[in-house]
């Protein structure tokens, strides 16, 4: 069966790459539906649940019948929408919401989340070891040649670094840059060659200057606050040239599109040494306010993207940067190059999906899953 099918896209990217793959995975026609959340969104949210007063439905999509059969949300802004759509259409709509819920899960019909959060496996949740993404070498190799030229002069093997930023409790200071990029430098030193680095638009300005100030090997680099100096963001064709990866370890939509790449991939552990409540910038309202939270929050509203980090090297696809120099003495040895097929989480909750049209929206697949079957 093929249902009519909307996506629901907000202002997070790795939100919408995970929809997106789903959707693309599931390979049903589809309809974006862009949502733009207010400001004060979270109080109509936790009130209501299901309502469009969070939103700026001038600046958002249409959102009126003929009514999809399904919906798939990311984020907690999209929620509330996705919830009102099945509402007005009189509850025969599917909810599929992918990451974690705000919502208990069992408002919907399927949930696809990740370590990090702390849903259990089984019944109506989906626990993927990675986050879903649609990223393949195949899929880059495009971007890949056309930017090979610009960067022929530079010496190979080419190490791609992927740097993200503040995420829960990580803060990236410039102590935090001077880090990665030493762990960067004696990487280089092992294997030779330069480096392709691509930031992210959650780089805090002085921690970009210092990994800047302190890396010291050949490079190109792609700086979200400089972007006159490419025509168009490398980030696809860096991916799709790396001989090997260095990625910080708090993104884990980069984690997972590396980890696609079948390229050695070492992992940057954000997180800073010693007691945290000794340093200022802890006590910002984001890292404080996820530590408590990880205190005292319910447990399927806590998040930890360590999990994830540590199930990459436990599994063998990844390994610690720090240890980096001594295994590639060593060979890399620890990388095999056959690696699993890299979209086997979106083709797995496609799978899953399909299941759900078997059986009434919210009533039997739910009564059936919450059994284990």
């Known amino acids: 069966m093929q249902g009519k099918l909307w996506v629901l896209l907000g202002r997070k990217a790795g939100d919408n790459t995970q929809v997106l793959a789903l959707a693309g995975a599931l390979g049903w026609p589809v309809e974006e539906k862009r949502i733009r959340a207010r400001a004060w969104e979270l109080l109509p949210h936790l009130v209501l649940g299901k309502t469009l007063l969070g939103i700026d439905r001038a600046a958002s999509s249409a959102l009126e019948p003929p009514w999809p059969d399904l919906v798939i949300s990311a984020g907690r802004r999209n929620e509330p929408v996705a919830r009102w759509i099945r509402a007005r259409a009189g509850g025969r709509v599917r909810l599929v919401h992918v990451g974690r819920p705000w919502a208990r899960p069992e408002t919907y019909d399927l949930v696809v989340t990740t370590p990090q959060y702390f849903l259990p496996e089984g019944g109506r949740i989906l626990v993927n070891p990675l986050p879903l993404h649609a990223m393949t ?76 100030a302190a890396l010291k090997v050949p490079s190109a680099c792609y700086w979200s606050d400089a972007k006159e100096d490419w025509p168009e963001n490398p980030y696809r064709g860096f991916l799709g040239l790396a001989d090997r990866f260095v990625v910080t370890g708090e993104s884990m939509s980069m984690l997972a599109e590396a980890a696609a790449m079948a390229r050695p991939l070492y992992v940057f552990d954000p997180a800073e040494p010693g007691q945290w409540w000794r340093r200022a910038h802890n006590y910002g309202v984001k890292p404080l306010s996820h530590r408590l939270a990880m205190r005292l929050a319910p447990v399927r509203m806590r998040r930890d993207v360590g999990r994830i980090q540590a199930a990459l090297v436990a599994q063998g696809q990844a390994r610690w940067l720090e240890e980096a120099p001594e295994l590639i003495a060593g060979g890399e040895t620890w990388f095999a190059a056959a690696q699993a097929d890299p979209l086997a989480g979106a083709h797995r909750a496609a799978e899953r999906v399909r299941a759900l049209f078997d059986m009434p929206p919210g009533g039997e697949a739910v009564r059936a899953d919450a059994t284990g079957g």
């Open 137 to 212: 070498r195949t899929s880059v190799a495009d971007e890949a040649a056309r930017l090979a030229p610009r960067l022929a002069h530079l010496p190979r093997p080419w190490t791609t670094v992927l740097i993200g930023g503040d995420s829960g409790a990580y803060v990236f200071t410039p102590e935090t840059g001077r880090r990665l990029a030493a762990g960067v430098n004696r990487l280089v030193a092992a294997t030779g060659g330069s480096v392709l680095v691509s930031d992210s638009a959650r780089t805090p300005a002085p921690a970009r200057a210092a990994f800047r």
